[in-house]
């Protein structure tokens, strides 16, 4: 959702773009409609700066107790790019200048400059699918990674397991009941970089766990 001055109160729909995506530098290229606030307080904007923050809530795609795993604030300004959008539509840069994450493993900042050489996680783009496959077709097996806990695994054993977050690093697991939840992460021997590896990698997990 993007928030700028005087279009805070719009409806979170109309705040929300069409499309986005991250150039080459570092700028956010955001896509709405024409007519949508946005867009409306970039052009009266004109030359002046208009700061705005991009907020991101990463939700889990698998039902779990407290769905939200983190949150994200890109911080910057806006001005449009007319000439890369459709009629009816208009293109917005985010130039940004601050960042803010608070998520499943921490809260903090990062540099522009950090965000703008970063590369997506290889998984990124599976990880919706690979943890409803997870959970819909290997649950007992996920469920038996609570052996790997040591003093814990009694409890992790009768609760109900959902996997909560996958990346090239491993595996985080919900364990939830009887009015209580925790997350444990299992991380995979080295990371991965496609599906195939993380295949592999989950085989070892899911070995060690039944020994």
């Known amino acids: ?37 946005p867009v409306r307080a970039a052009t009266h904007a004109q030359a002046d700066e208009l700061s705005a923050v991009l907020e991101i809530t990463d939700v889990a795609p698998v039902a779990v107790p407290h769905r939200i795993r983190g949150r994200a604030w890109l911080s910057g300004w806006l001005t449009r790019v007319p000439e890369q959008a459709e009629p009816g539509r208009m293109m917005l840069r985010l130039e940004i200048g601050e960042i803010s994450v608070d998520d499943l493993w921490g809260s903090g900042k990062a540099e522009p400059e950090a965000f703008a050489a970063a590369a997506a996680d290889p998984l990124a783009e599976h990880e919706a699918e690979l943890l409803q496959h997870l959970h819909a077709a290997h649950g ?61 990698a989950m085989h070892q997990l899911f070995t060690a766990a039944s020994e």
């Open 1 to 37: 959702m993007l928030l700028v001055p005087g279009a805070v109160r719009a409806p979170q729909e109309l705040l929300m773009p069409l499309a986005r995506e991250v150039t080459s530098d570092g700028d956010v290229h955001l896509l709405f409609p024409a007519d949508a606030p």
């Open 140 to 200: 007992d097996q996920v469920r038996l990674l609570g052996s790997l806990l040591g003093t814990r695994a009694g409890l992790a054993h009768t609760e109900r397991a959902v996997p909560l977050a996958l990346d090239r690093f491993g595996l985080r697991i919900r364990f939830a009941g009887e009015g209580q939840c925790f997350d444990a992460r299992f991380d995979f021997p080295e990371p991965v970089g496609n599906v195939t590896e993380l295949r592999r």
